[in-house]
């Protein structure tokens, strides 16, 4: 597509309840990135693939949080148990190679809200 | 992201003006440092960017200075337009690490521009 697609664009939920945010990267875009944003803050970097592997998982802030990209396309973030704090903007990112300094190109992100 | 310091929290300046952003940070392994720019609902887009082996870089109307023993790096709105109303973010990022697009985003600045 044109851009960084992101869907849903809103999801509200309740507290103990699983849910997916899908992103469609850029075709082509080997890299790709997670991002979560709360109200009034900058984003946070959550985890990044390249191709089908993720390269760096260090910002999931805890065990109930987990990505997939298993065809290096497509990338699905899930959340289990999903909690009150988990409310903000997820956004996805893709970079064509994922090399120095690259462009990321941002989706319009997914507001999870959790009741 | 304490690790970077976004001033001012938010900017008025009338249309012609021109606007200053400051971003501070602690990471000397930082060799990336770019500026994104946000509208509501959207994801940020990136604007302008500068590596630290020069210390200014022009765009148009915008402008990143760099002050590596200072670890500052500024933008500048020239002419500022109502168009330009906006949060901005400073990203700064170890671009020779091995996650390329992990940015480390400041809290934002939120510039409005009054005709």
């Known amino acids: 597509g044109a851009g960084v697609s992101q869907t849903p664009s809103n999801k509200v939920t309740e507290k103990g309840k699983y849910v997916e945010l899908r992103c469609d990267p850029i075709?082509?875009?080997?890299?790709l990135y997670w991002y979560r944003q709360s109200l009034g803050q900058g984003p946070e970097f959550l985890i990044y693939f390249q191709g089908t592997g993720a390269a760096d998982d260090s910002g999931l802030p805890n065990d109930r949080f987990f990505a997939v990209r298993p065809e290096g396309s497509v990338s699905t973030l899930k959340i289990q148990r999903t909690e009150r704090g988990d409310s903000a903007v997820y956004l996805c990112?893709?970079?064509?190679?994922?090399?120095?300094?690259?462009?990321?190109?941002f989706g319009s992100g997914t507001q999870l809200s959790v009741l | 992201q304490q690790q970077v310091k976004q001033s001012p929290q938010s900017l008025i300046v009338q249309k012609g003006g021109i606007s200053i952003i400051n971003c501070a940070y602690e990471?000397?392994?930082?060799?990336?440092f770019p500026w994104y720019q946000q509208f509501p609902g959207k994801g940020p887009a990136l604007l302008i960017a500068?590596?630290?082996?020069?210390s200014e870089k022009k765009e148009g109307r915008f402008t990143i200075s760099f002050n590596k023993s200072a670890k500052q790096f500024s933008l500048h709105i020239m002419d500022s337009q109502p168009g330009d109303s906006a949060t901005y973010f400073c990203a700064p990022a170890n671009a020779g690490g091995t996650s390329y697009g992990k940015l480390t985003f400041g809290q934002g600045t939120i510039l409005t521009v009054h005709p």
């Open positions: 990112a893709s970079s064509l190679r994922g090399g120095p300094g690259e462009k990321l190109f």
């Open positions: 990471n000397t392994a930082f060799d990336y």
């Open positions: 500068i590596r630290p082996d020069v």
């Open positions: 075709s082509g875009h080997t890299a």
